[in-house]
């Protein structure tokens, strides 16, 4: 119990630095960035506590908007999907699951990837919809969510079976 | 009244997160002109501290290119430098009696200074585009500073500063504004930037009648922040316009975002001297 909370911390930190000092660097054809940080709320155990599920994807969307500049626009994304996330599980997994059951692409592979295309898409059309509040522009801001979904989820999908093996060899 | 508090316990979640969000909209709505505390932006200490040991690793990568830049740059201003002196030996040569008694100040103050700096993170995916740079108040650096790459092309205006880092609101941000013509012509338009595209910017309400050629260099104008005919750009094309009154053209930027890695900082020696002048003015 208490390594899985150190497994989630070292995946808070890691994914906070792999998105502001790499993956905000790509900008592909000039549109398309991977918002690779929401994979830390499709990693959490089911059953765990909505209180925490909301604070924790708070504190890593604040967190990422100190480094990126861009105030609370992340941390407002990220809050919502947070907020929905037990409600999104229930349409993809079996509700009389284990409260310790953490979606996976090992454990289940086809929920798993549709829950990772609905939250992605889900996060990156308010983050993107809510960045261009300064700048309203509705086919440059589509264009943006379509490609940069296109190049987040398979990135998403690539890091859990890499991480899944890694995890499998350890046991 | 006990249902009411069930109801209240049993959704208090939706609660919670309904005021972190409101929080963040807030902070959203109230970053006016960037106008906002230091510790929220990356000029704070712990997240500069990140973003120049990352880059102390990825500088290295650029380190060919960057001499390749540099030793042009040398040579450019070598070879001003010897137009010059063969115009000082034209002049000395030229008259032998001099009139001393109208002769300008010997050491005339000089207006700019250059503090170089160098880039320590660049966002250039979202619309809100910054860069941070490892300079800050202690090196002499005050918000609303002019900005310019090393090759020459303007970058951006100083915004917030801290002890030792300062964030530059670039010209691909839609908050920037400036005021800039074409070369060979009097006539002022803006320069802003319509988030499309991190090599091409907009330079809006020039007249009308303004004709145009495609590589024609845009100047800056007048301006406090930055000294008179620094390069911007080049015509692209002609962009839409708003209005039917006046002109809109993309313009190449000079700066190439993609790669920036050494600025320059200008310190008008006059600001505070004209701010303060313009100041009593308008009191």
Known sequence: ????????????????????????????????????????????PVGRNLYSVIVSSFMMGLIIDIFLNTPGMNAAAITIVGAFRKNILG?????????????????????????????????????????SFTLFNLKNTLLRIGTSSVVTIPLIIALDSLMCRRKAGEQ | MRNLFNFIIRNSHWLLAALLVAFSFYLVFTQNSYQRSVYLTS?????????????????????????QLLLERSAELEREVLSLKEQIEILTAADSTQVSAFASDSLPLQQFDFISAEVVNLSFSGVNNFITINKG???GIRPDMGVIS???????????????????????????RLSARLKNS??????????TNIREAQLQELPKHES?????????????????????????????????????FNIQLATNFYTLQEVLVIDDTYYEEQKQLEETLQQ
Do not use: C
């Open chain 1, 91 to 131: 349409l993809f997994f079996e509700r009389e699951g284990y409260d310790d059951f953490v979606p996976g692409i090992n454990t289940a592979a086809g929920p798993f990837v549709r829950f990772t295309i609905f939250m992605v898409l889900l996060h990156l059309t308010l983050l993107f919809f809510i960045e």
């Open chain 2, 150 to 176: 090393a090759g020459g092309g303007i970058v951006g205006v100083v915004s917030v500063v801290s002890r030792n880092r300062a964030v530059v609101i670039p010209v691909i941000n839609p908050k920037f």
């Open chain 1, 1 to 44: 119990m208490k390594l899985s909370y150190i497994y989630e911390i070292l995946l808070f930190v890691l994914l906070i630095l792999l998105q502001t000092l790499l993956l905000n660097r790509i900008n592909l054809f000039g549109i398309a960035t991977p918002v690779l940080y929401s994979y830390f709320l499709l990693k959490l």
């Open chain 2, 186 to 195: 009097e006539n002022y338009g803006s320069i802003s930037w319509d988030g």
């Open chain 2, 137 to 139: 108040s202690q090196h």
């Open chain 2, 43 to 67: 000029a704070n200490q712990v997240t500069g501290w990140f973003y120049s040991l990352s880059n102390d690793v990825t500088s290295f990568f650029h380190l060919k290119k960057n001499n």
């Open chain 2, 212 to 248: 145009f050629h495609e590589g024609d260099t845009v100047l800056t104008s007048f301006s406090r922040i930055f000294p008179r005919n620094l390069i911007i750009g080049f015509v692209n094309s002609e962009g839409r316009s708003k209005d039917d009154n006046f002109n809109t």
